[in-house]
């Protein structure tokens, strides 16, 4: 059997769509950036969906702390966001050798609503 890579074009398209950042879970979050944004030395998040499509950005001043009035929960040391809130459900976050990256972005931890 031959096959032309013509022919394979339409099974690598639905390859590419079946993969997911987090898989099982509903939210990825990124690692953090760090560096100017809008003239000020800041930190950034950001929350994507598990087709990388971005859901949310969080961006902070140098010295705040994400695990405080932020939709984000965190874990003791060593410190991993271990919850995300969005539209009143919280969302339990833990690493996941699975993750991947979205848009450049390394993912942190993945996070899947378990029913609360």
């Known amino acids: ?13 639905l390859a590419d ?3 997911s950042v987090c ?3 509903n939210y990825a979050i990124s690692n953090v950036e ?7 030395y800041a930190h950034r998040w950001t929350v994507y969906d598990d087709s990388c499509n971005e859901i949310q ?5 140098q010295y705040a702390n994400p695990c405080f ?3 984000f929960g965190c874990s003791p040391p060593p410190t ?4 995300y809130t969005r539209d009143g459900l919280d969302y339990v976050c833990r690493q996941d050798p699975n993750s991947g990256v979205c848009r450049g972005d390394v993912i942190s931890v993945c996070c899947r ?3 609360r």
């Open 1 to 13: 059997m031959h096959f032309s890579a013509f022919s394979l074009l339409p099974f690598l398209a």
């Open 17 to 19: 769509v079946a993969l």
């Open 23 to 25: 898989p099982g879970f």
């Open 34 to 40: 760090s560096g100017s944004l809008q003239g000020r």
């Open 57 to 61: 950005t969080i961006e902070l001043d």
């Open 69 to 71: 009035d932020t939709p």
């Open 80 to 83: 991993l966001f271990n919850k």
């Open 113 to 115: 609503n378990d029913g």
